[in-house]
Nanobody, 121 residues
Framework: QVQLVESGGGLVQPGGSLRLSCAAS????????IAWFHQAPGKERVGVSC????????DYARSVKGRFTISRDKAKNTVYLQMNGLKPEDTGVYYC??????????????WGQGTQVTVSS
């Protein structure tokens, strides 16, 4: 069964850090582009970071560049999003999604249930 499972969310104070994980099962991430999306309350889902499963190329939205780092562990078939310097506007649900081509793909074929991140004092 093809599945993506996000984890690592939680409540953190402004300026704090979290590391999100996206574990894939039933397929290998080697042939996909994997993107993290952020959905703030009442807003549309927005891509924040992306990594190519083939060559490791990464991309970031301007709002997170320098604060977030995406990485991949091939052995664990897992993608991570290290989030530093968190701001209240980073609050929302984070989803990992897979597609093909280059970052950020126009279409996605797999996604997880999301993990909640709340940045608040």
């Amino acid at each position: 069964q093809v599945q993506l499972v996000e984890s690592g969310g939680g409540l953190v104070q402004p300026g704090g850090s979290l590391r999100l994980s996206c574990a894939a099962s039933g397929f290998t991430l080697d042939y996909y582009v994997i993107a993290w999306f952020h959905q703030a309350p009442g807003k549309e889902r927005v891509g924040v970071s992306c990594i190519s499963g083939t060559d490791g190329t990464t991309d970031y939205a301007r709002s997170v560049k320098g604060r977030f780092t995406i990485s991949r562990d091939k052995a664990k078939n897992t993608v991570y999003l290290q989030m530093n310097g968190l701001k209240p506007e980073d609050t929302g649900v984070y989803y990992c999604m897979t597609g093909h081509g280059v970052c950020f793909p126009a279409e996605y074929d797999n996604w997880g249930q999301g993990t909640q991140v709340t940045v608040s004092s």
